[in-house]
């Protein structure tokens, strides 16, 4: 067995120490990396929509189905298929983008407010903002997708 004095016991103890806090340190930042870079959606998963409100129409529930304000030409089947495809689309993350967003509000069930997204467009670029300060990049198509859910958008 090591034979060590009581300094020297103490001085081992303290340098296991920092090698355990330093591990655990270097843990969670790598963590906060691959969070950071990691695809999210754009609603939380477990989120029931009630209303998707865009900058000149409104997608709304109606019991099981969905109605549109102004009418989009969309059936209730057809809006119900937009709103699962928006919130199953799974985004990476962005750089901020400049600009004056276009502001999307979305009810969810068990929320007083809605949540409220900004889409970005600049220099060909597209992403949204989701609060607190979360950027997910875009594509043209689901960008124009958002915009306007009346049109057929080829991706």
Do not use: C, F
Not at 107 to 129: C, H, K, M, S, T
């Amino acid at each position: 067995m090591l034979r060590l004095s009581r300094k020297g016991w103490n001085n081992v103890i303290i340098v296991g120490v920092l090698a355990a806090i330093t591990l655990l340190h270097r843990m969670d930042q790598m963590q906060e990396i691959n969070s950071r870079d990691r695809e999210r959606p754009l609603l939380p998963a477990d989120a029931v929509v009630l209303t998707w409100q865009g900058p000149s129409w409104q997608i709304e529930r109606l019991g099981q189905g969905w109605r549109s304000r102004p009418d989009l030409g969309l059936d209730a089947a057809a809006l119900d298929m937009r709103i699962r495809e928006w919130s199953r689309w799974s985004l990476p993350a962005a750089t901020a983008l400049r600009g004056v967003p276009v502001v999307l509000k979305v009810w969810v069930a068990g929320r007083d407010e809605p949540i409220e997204i900004g889409l970005y467009q600049d220099n060909g670029q597209y992403a949204a903002l989701l609060p607190p300060d979360r950027w997910l990049a875009l594509s043209e198509q689901q960008y124009r997708s958002l915009l306007a859910p009346g049109l057929v958008v080829k991706e």
